[in-house]
């Protein structure tokens, strides 16, 4: 069986979009990659940021490739599933322009995984995988019969059949990934480094999967969920991998990256730096100097709210006190060059209250963001608060709500954004 797996060229005019608009690493499709080829199957990846390729061209690439199954990811990469663009427009694009050329067409993502049917119709795929995706793909390939793969959705005599919920992937033993030479190459962006030089190529890993907190703004109820940590001996194999590529900063991509002594000691021994998103209350002091001595330049921490009952409100789980967070942030900076707390617009904090705890934090270093408002992805607790279950319209609410609520956005948007019908529909005349 030949399977390609494809990345978008992904654009984000008038998105609401809130991740990094650089091009990353497609981890799921490595992961999937590397089970196709291990059950003796054929696979090739394309990412249409990395090898700098237009839709068109990105999707003649691949029909030259002839493959039996075309698998096209709806958000720019694992990184960014919890909060990828709303709108299906440059999946769209791609799908449009590859037509049948590429055999079956199958989709994962957030969006698939959250609301199968509605993304089986608006793409007119033969299939959506929901949940973590990079098992389910080599079973594809496995299956004559895709009815029995459990977590897909596809069209039957005109009705969407889904075979079960969201999947899970083992991913412990999760083998070593390998990218191309000229993708390290042209990856030049090192994501979240900000305050310190940029030397050499980035790269981005994962060292754990899942969250075992389920704070109400997050978007991982249908993927991504399940605490799970990896293999040390794979994960260090592939960080060295990158390293002998020309790799000098590493980004974690962990929902949640806990303290982990064996990894730091590790990562101290080696010629690379690193960033990583986490919860500043779940680090001790000595962990913190362990971790900025094994190299860490960049911390982005969830704080979100400033008062305890904010917190809780949240659904947190935090045992610290703000005056605490703060101490903690500010013994990080001590050996992190750039650490920055994460706050959000809940209406529960006062505006002088945050003022004033940005300016405490500044004044040693620590980076806190004006709150940002909160888009209420149909993978979230705050959405089924509000609207329950996600339907076909779970997507096109979330992004009304929202555009409604806020009259300002994140400091990425120059652009207003659009309704979601308006951006999908640009592509209904393809």
Not at 1 to 7: G, Q
Not at 181 to 189: F, K, L
Not at 255 to 284: C, H, M, N, Y
Not at 403 to 423: C, K, M, N, T, V
Request: hydrophobic share 40%.
């Amino acid at each position: 069986m030949k399977v390609a797996l494809v990345n978008p060229s992904w654009r984000f005019d008038n998105s609401i979009y809130f991740g990094c608009r650089e091009a990353h690493l497609p981890l799921e499709l490595g992961y999937g990659a590397a089970l196709l080829r291990a059950g003796g199957h054929e696979a090739e990846i394309w990412d249409g940021s990395l090898d700098r390729l237009s839709t068109e061209a990105l999707a003649d690439a691949v029909a030259a490739y002839r493959p039996d199954f075309t698998v096209v990811t709806t958000a720019p990469t694992y990184l960014f599933w919890r909060c990828a663009p709303p709108e299906l427009r440059v999946p769209m694009e791609l799908l449009t322009a590859l037509g049948r050329r590429g055999g079956r067409t199958v989709a994962v993502g957030p969006h698939g995984s959250a609301t199968p049917e509605t993304t089986v119709r608006k793409l007119g795929l033969d299939l959506v995988v929901r949940g973590e995706c990079e098992e389910v793909i080599a079973r594809l390939a496995d299956e004559p019969d895709w009815s029995d793969v459990p977590g897909v959705a596809f069209e039957r005599d005109g009705r969407i059949l889904v075979t079960g919920g969201a999947q899970a992937a083992r991913f412990t033993d999760a083998p070593p990934l390998r990218w191309p030479e000229r993708w390290i190459a042209r990856h030049g962006h090192q994501h979240h480094r900000y305050g310190t030089e940029a030397v050499g190529p980035g790269a981005e890993v994962e060292a754990s999967r899942g969250c075992p907190y389920h704070c109400s703004f997050c978007a991982k109820i249908d993927f991504r969920d399940r605490y799970r940590r990896r293999d040390l001996e794979p994960l260090l194999a592939e960080i060295d991998g990158l390293i002998a590529q020309g790799t000098k900063y590493l980004y974690f991509i962990d929902e949640i990256f806990l303290p982990q002594q064996p990894l730091l000691e590790a990562l101290a021994s080696r010629p690379v730096e690193f960033g990583i998103q986490t919860r500043i209350d779940l680090w001790k002091p000595q962990m913190l100097d362990l971790l900025g001595h094994a190299g860490c330049v960049s911390i982005e921490a969830g704080v979100e709210s400033l008062s305890e009952a904010g917190r809780a409100a949240l659904d947190k789980n935090c045992r610290a006190t703000t005056d605490e967070l703060a101490e903690r942030l500010i013994h990080a900076r001590r050996t992190v060059p750039f650490v920055q707390a994460n706050l959000i617009e809940a209406g529960s904090d006062d505006a002088d209250t945050v003022a004033a705890w940005r300016e405490r934090l500044g004044r040693a270093g620590v980076w806190a963001n004006d709150p940002v408002p909160l888009y209420p992805y149909p993978s979230s607790p705050d959405y089924r608060k509000l609207w329950g279950e996600p339907d076909d319209q779970a997507w096109e609410r979330a992004h009304a709500h929202y555009l409604a609520q806020f009259d300002r956005f994140s400091d990425i948007q120059e652009e207003r954004p659009l309704p979601l019908a308006e951006l999908e529909a640009e592509c209904a005349a393809c």
